[in-house]
């Protein structure tokens, strides 16, 4: 493979490196293909579920390749969505962080040059479509998702 052939090329550039790391590192890039089908496949299972039910997400431009799967909720539901996931052990978290932040400091006072930013990082919920997805955790995510947001409907 040619990861192969560039360790072999520049091996002291390669620091603490064994054979047992590149048969995995090879097997992952071999499987890159069908990982990234995947996460499109399950993101689109995720879509069609949402769609139907009104619920906001972030659908990537073509080509792009999902991490997570992003939904968009309302601030004060998805915290309480997310304890609700992590209650019934089932993988989400809300790490969205607003990247200006990586590169100054905000002044103390209210910023609106970041607004897009800041209403994403206050909204975004991420769900798992990587290789632990199965048809188990897609129905239990998205019942107490949905659950959650009908009740907030009805108060």
Same mark, same amino acid.
């Given at each position: 493979?040619?990861?192969?052939?560039?360790? /072999? *090329?520049?091996?002291?550039?390669?620091?603490?490196?064994?054979?047992?790391?590149?048969?995995? &590192? %090879? $097997?992952?890039?071999?499987?890159?293909?069908?990982?990234?089908?995947?996460?499109?496949?399950?993101?689109?299972?995720?879509?069609?579920?949402?769609?139907? @039910?009104?619920?906001?997400?972030?659908? @990537? +431009?073509?080509?792009?390749?999902?991490?997570?799967?992003?939904?968009?909720? +309302?601030?004060?539901?998805? #915290?309480?969505?997310? *304890?609700?996931? $992590? /209650?019934? @052990?089932? $993988?989400?978290? %809300?790490?969205? +962080?607003? &990247? #200006?932040?990586?590169? !100054?400091?905000?002044? !103390?006072?209210? /910023?609106?040059?970041?607004?897009?930013? #800041?209403?994403? %990082?206050?909204?975004?919920?991420?769900?798992? &479509? #990587?290789?632990?997805?199965?048809?188990?955790?897609?129905?239990? *995510?998205?019942?107490?998702? &949905?659950?959650?947001?009908?009740?907030?409907?009805?108060?």
């Amino acid at each position: 493979p040619v990861f192969l052939s560039l360790i /072999n *090329t520049f091996q002291d550039v390669f620091i603490n490196y064994s054979i047992i790391d590149l048969e995995l &590192i %090879t $097997h992952e890039l071999d499987i890159l293909k069908v990982n990234i089908k995947n996460r499109e496949k399950n993101a689109r299972k995720f879509m069609k579920i949402f769609k139907k @039910h009104g619920i906001s997400f972030i659908k @990537h +431009p073509p080509d792009s390749i999902y991490w997570r799967f992003n939904l968009l909720l +309302p601030e004060e539901r998805r #915290d309480i969505i997310l *304890t609700d996931l $992590h /209650n019934n @052990h089932l $993988h989400a978290s %809300t790490w969205y +962080p607003s &990247i #200006d932040r990586y590169y !100054q400091k905000r002044p !103390q006072k209210k /910023n609106i040059l970041f607004m897009n930013s #800041d209403n994403i %990082t206050n909204k975004i919920l991420n769900l798992w &479509i #990587d290789n632990e997805f199965n048809d188990k955790y897609l129905e239990e *995510t998205s019942s107490i998702i &949905i659950n959650n947001m009908v009740n907030d409907k009805s108060d």
